[in-house]
């Protein structure tokens, strides 16, 4: 693991961030470049600590710099859809953890969701009451079962308001026979945005809804300069996923 020894800016999703890159302190193991296909199959995955919680990445070159400090570039942000803490960005000093392989999860209840829980942390095969032992607090936000923020959101004004289209993300929704698995449940909340404040709010059963005209006209007066247009994903087990949004112009 290491520490940011520079800010790291926010990032784009779904396709190679070149303008930003991690610069970051490692103790331990170094990292090491892979290749494109290596990265895309899920090597050189690390956590990212931001304001937001932890954002996934990977990466596909690393450079030493010097005194332990390499620069990580060819970066996938937002991985496994922590989109809401890739926009959040992450200053120097943060923690970074290195994910050589597939860490073990922590067995929570749905009832301990956002409640402060405290747990014991050992070495692999000795006691968790054993001196090697140490007590850590942390919350379990549930991430895991966030639905992902839908893709390719899109807003164009027509002559009975605004139509709105996204496309769905979900951790099971394809497979190799090349059928897709519905979304469950099929329920989307659109939200508009005027200057940051919320002046509507409506739900959709599916991937495509209409701002009527006749409410774009009272909601924004002004016109529809600077609004952005929001969606989310609901699902029983987490309620209201991450949100992505456009920007109307």
Wanted: cysteine-free; hydrophobic content about 45%; aromatic content about 6%.
């Amino acid at each position: 693991m290491g520490v940011l020894t520079e800010a790291l800016a926010p990032g784009v999703r779904g396709r190679w961030d070149w303008a930003n890159s991690l610069t970051v302190r490692i103790e331990g193991r170094a990292p090491e470049s892979a290749a494109e296909a290596a990265v895309l199959g899920g090597r050189n995955a690390l956590a990212v600590e931001t304001a937001a919680g932890w954002e996934l990445v990977q990466f596909r070159h690393a450079d030493l710099i010097g005194g332990g400090v390499w620069r990580l570039s060819g970066l996938l942000r937002a991985q496994q859809g922590t989109d809401a803490e890739a926009a959040a960005g992450a200053e120097a000093g943060a923690v970074v953890v290195l994910l050589d392989a597939t860490p073990a999860r922590l067995s929570v209840g749905a009832g301990e969701r956002n409640l402060p829980l405290t747990v014991r942390v050992a070495p692999r095969g000795t006691p968790a009451g054993g001196p090697l032992a140490t007590t850590l607090g942390f919350t379990w936000k549930g991430v895991a079962e966030r639905p992902w923020a839908p893709a390719h959101l899109r807003a164009e004004a027509a002559e009975d308001g605004v139509r709105i289209g996204w496309v769905v993300r979900d951790r099971l929704s394809d497979g190799w026979d090349g059928e897709a698995a519905p979304a469950d449940p099929l329920r989307f909340r659109v939200r508009v945005l005027d200057d940051g404040a919320v002046v509507r709010s409506f739900e959709a059963m599916a991937t495509s809804a209409l701002y009527a005209v006749e409410d774009v006209a009272s909601d924004l007066p002004g016109g529809m300069g600077g609004v952005e247009i929001g969606v989310a994903q609901w699902s029983d087990v987490f309620g209201w996923g991450s949100e992505v949004r456009v920007q109307m112009s």
